[in-house]
Structure formats: C-alpha cells, structure tokens
C-alpha cells in the first residue's frame, strides 16, 4: 500500500513573479483553490494519507492552509459561507501533514532526497503541484498509478507525448512497449535539446518511486543545469532493475507557466459552470 505523498514544494516559482514575491506558487488558485490542495486531492483519492511537504523560506501559507484557522471559522460559523471551508476542513481532518525544508535549491533529485527523513523506507508517490492534473472519465493519475505499481512494483513515471520542439522543457524517456499505455524503459534524458533526443515522451509530475531511490539520488552527480536531477537516478535505476513509463488518462495543464495556467484556469471554470446548470435541471 502506498501512503505518502511528497510534494516538492520549495522551488521560487520566479514564471509567476511578482505574484509570488510573498506568496508560495504552490498557493496560486484554480478557481478558488490553490494548486497544492488539487494535488492533495488527488493523494487522497489514490489511498494515500500522509502528505510530505518539501518547503522553503516564504512558504509558511502552506502549512497555514492544511491547518485550522479557528479566527475565520468562529467568524464565519452559522453563516450561509460555512459550507466554503467544508472540503478542506475535511481533507485535514483526513490526512497527516508533515514538512521539512530544502536549505538549498539544488534541483528535484535533492529536494525529494530531502523527503526521505518523512517517507523513511517505503514505496512513495510524488507529485509537483503546478502540473495539475485531472480526468473527467474516471480515476485521477496518481491512482492509475497505483494500480500499475502494485502489478509491477516497480518506480512509475507519468509520460504524456508533447511536439518535438517542447520536449527541452522534460524529462523524455524511451524503451520497449509493454502494453499499449505501458513502457519498459531504458532511456532517461533531462531536458534533451530536441535534435538529440530518444523520443517526444515527456515525463509529467507524478511519480510513484520505490525508496531505493534515495541512495540512488545520493550517488547521483549534478547533472543538466548543474542540479541534482531526479531523472538522472531514475534513470541509474532502470539500469539495474526496472522502471516503468505510464501514458495516463485524462490530461495536464501545465500551471508553471502563465499559458497553462489561464488554460485550466478557463478548463475548470467551463467545468464548474456545467456541474451548475446540471445540478439546477435535476432540481
Ligand atoms: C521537472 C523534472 C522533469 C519533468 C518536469 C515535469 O522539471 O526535472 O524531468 O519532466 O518536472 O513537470 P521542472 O519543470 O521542475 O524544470
């Protein structure tokens, strides 16, 4: 069973400056809620129950939101506004939060060996907030994913195929074909210039990883862009054992970026305003 979720959640989020000059971009909202509790969310919905948060410096409005805020609901209690703290106040109620920070930022692979204090020596998922996710026809990412690891238990990478001339933005991985959304993978690239790499299957932020991650992480050297990449160790990994490349369903939005960000940002408002009106017909 897996039951921690890591958020790396420590990064500057510089795309969305100056929005997140004081506020983390984990909190920036879809609608009315920030990206992190989409993810949390979406934890839960897998099974998992423990949320292990990487943090930083200028992040403490994380820990303030998956907290009560006794002010505000004394204030609001009685009133027909009550109902707008229900689903977060059930999802702590659900869950256990836990936080440690990254001093430095030396890329993904370290923040995520940063995790290792809270996740300890079991099989993890990881999910970075700003890839939001979501899948009207079913079950959401992470849980697709665990259904794959617990046939392979094995680590998972979420891949999606992007155009040739985006794939410098990720990690691209390639290998032979298991099954039709299923990939054995034997090659991992960090942000490949588009000339030199293996396929156009980028890896988008989710991951379920098996915790002998965590030496691999620790004998990685800094790689692309001079960080420790998560890529790279995954990638010593598939060497010598196995890891596996899942094409989910449904889709992702890109919310690091300001385009991506508007996109899901009209995706859910469309979506919410169709729940409405359905929900005014049956009355
Ligand atoms: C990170 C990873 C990259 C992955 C991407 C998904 O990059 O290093 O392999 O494809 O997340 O969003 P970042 O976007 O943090 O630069």
Do not use: W
Not at 185 to 200: F, H, L, Q, R, Y
Request: aromatic letters at 8%; one cysteine or more.
């Amino acid at each position: 069973m897996i039951k921690k979720c890591l958020f790396p959640a420590a990064g500057y989020g510089t795309r969305f400056l100056p929005a997140t000059k004081a506020m983390p971009k984990e909190m920036l909202p879809i609608m009315a809620k920030p990206l992190i509790q989409y993810g949390v969310e979406e934890a839960v919905e897998a099974g998992m129950d423990i949320m292990a948060i990487i943090t930083g410096r200028g992040k403490r409005a994380i820990e303030d939101h998956f907290d009560v805020s006794f002010e505000l609901e004394h204030q609001i209690y009685g009133t027909p506004k009550e109902y707008l703290l229900h689903e977060i106040r059930d999802l702590i109620n659900k869950c256990t939060f836990t936080y440690t920070r990254q001093i430095e930022m030396k890329g993904l692979g370290d923040a995520i060996y940063k995790g290792r204090v809270l996740i300890g020596d079991e099989p993890f998922a990881v999910l970075l907030a700003d890839d939001l996710c979501t899948n009207e026809e079913g079950e959401g990412i992470l849980a697709q994913m665990v259904k794959v690891y617990n046939k392979y238990r094995c680590s998972i990478v979420a891949v999606q195929e992007v155009p040739m001339d985006q794939v410098d933005k990720y990690g691209v991985v390639a290998g032979k074909s298991i099954d039709t959304d299923l990939i054995m993978v034997d090659t991992m690239v960090e942000k490949p210039d588009p000339k030199e790499a293996p396929s156009n299957l980028a890896i988008i932020g989710r991951y379920i990883l098996t915790p002998d991650i965590f030496d691999l992480i620790k004998e990685t050297k800094p790689g692309k862009g001079g960080e420790i990449q998560i890529t790279d160790a995954l990638m010593a990994q598939a060497k010598k054992g196995m890891v596996m490349a899942y094409k989910f369903k449904g889709r992702r939005f890109d919310c690091g970026s300001i385009d991506g960000f508007v996109e899901a940002t009209n995706y859910f408002y469309e979506h919410s305003k169709r729940n409405d009106e359905k929900e005014k017909k049956q009355k």
